[in-house]
């Protein structure tokens, strides 16, 4: 397969646009000259500052929480052996959501980290309760209908907290905020929460693709044909889980990057997993950083969630448009 | 090459014991519900079966999962197809247990009469072709022992009489059986060996000639047998 390598090319060739704009753009514009001397520690102080202060932590963060909603999303929809899975589907993000708005409507306790602590915790408590009911053989279909459970659970008590807070509309909007999703006034600190995790489970998920493609034709053909599919199973939900919660933690609930960028590369490479993870790696990371760049200009209402959907909602459909599934 | 001793599942299969040694070509008959797709995969270890199996003298739990794939090829009567693969890939999965060496894939799919649409994606094939597909993904394994469900159900008179050339050919090129459950009573009439199966259990186990009679097809199908002379279809250069 010759043509892997050129496709690889092209993602990372996009990956690195997408790095680029996200150090230089913002209201204040670096040229690529004063990025690339800031980051060799040159140039002068405020350009150094803006870049790794500012710039450098919420692009770090967006592109690990982008490359695992992107991992996340090929897993889950390989898993339930349904194009329409996406990463929050077992109630990882809303329990992540919950714990998050949870920390925002008491007032922080622990300082700024108390968001992101308490939307892992929430994440972890639902991935911690998806694990349970996998270990103990829960079929895909058990485990969909505890998500859907899940998700109602944590999503009526996000609505319960949000609107007990509207009446202080500064809560409310905080609340508002991070259940859109954003990777703005990241700091180094939210790098290190979530690139560790994030990064490992990237690399132990890639080797994962070959027995996922039998997989997505059935688990007693995957079985028969030398796969442990009961371990596999265990490691995919473990895997994608841990991702989700990572990236939630760090950037809010970011919309639409796990269902959409799988589905997009599936459409024009083909579903053979060994290609589909890497490259919805490469290209969720690059929708969350280039989605990123609206919302420093277009004001507060534009979030990063929002956008990610605003894009990738009538791309799908153009895509769909032009080669039914 | 593969034996089952008081091979039992909860309900649906009770008490089946049979061994089936290389060279020999099975077909499985017996009426919906009979057991004939819980026996399969209980031999192929793909369902939790009370009793004991052995694949050539090992025995199934024993056996890691990747030598499994070397070892029996199983093809089910269903197959997912929701993500559009191409079928040269489907076939190519074949060789999952050799570490996808791509060997015997245009071999095997040439006799299953897939070459022309390798590239095509299993979700617009026809029911037909996408079974010969997964038969050839079967076939690609190169494991001695194959156990097919019901091959032939959606397949054309040509196509189905190719499979159990197929199954025949295996089975006499020496050390391969070749398990296949079956609707069409006289098909087995190209098998060595019948096994009936009727609630659960088995029946008769012997040639077609001597244990296909009528009180025995009467008793389990609960249809009247005769003999008569008819057009019989066969592949070209064997009438």
Known sequence: MPKIPLIFTGFILLLLFALGASLALGEAMLSPVEVWEAIWGDGDDSSRIILFDIRLPRTIVGLFAGAGLGASGVVMQAYFRNPLASPGLLGVSSGGALGAVLAIALGSVLGVFSVPMASVAGAFMATGAVIMLARKGASPEHLLLAGVALNALFGAATSFLLSMSAAHTHLGAQILFWLMGGIENRTWEHVWMSFPGILLASLLLLPLGRPMNLLALGDSGAQSLGVNVRRLR??????????????????????????????????????????????SMLGGASLVLLCDLPTRFLGSGMRLGVITSLVGGPFLLWLLRKRPC | MLRAISLSVDGRLRDVSLGVCGGECVAILGPNGAGKSTLLRALAGLLRAAGSVCWMGTALERIPYIERGRRLAWLGQESAAEFAFPVRDVVAQGRFAHGDDNQRIDEVMA????????????????????????????????APIQLWDEPTSSLDVRHALEVYALARNLANSGDSCVLVSLHDIRAAYRFDRVIVLDQGKLIVDGSPHDVLTAPLIRQVFLVEARFLTSLVPELPGIV
């Open chain 1, 234 to 279: 265990w490691q995919l939900i473990v895997l994608s889980t841990i991702l989700t919660a990572l990236a939630t933690a760090v950037g809010g609930i970011i919309g639409f990057v796990g269902l959409v960028v799988p589905h997009i590369i599936r459409l024009t490479h083909g579903p053979d997993h060994r290609r589909l993870l890497p490259l």
């Open chain 2, 111 to 142: 006799a299953l009469d897939i070459s022309h649409i390798a590239n095509r994606s299993i979700t617009e094939l026809s029911g037909g072709e996408r079974r010969r597909v997964f038969l050839a993904r079967a076939l690609a394994t190169g």
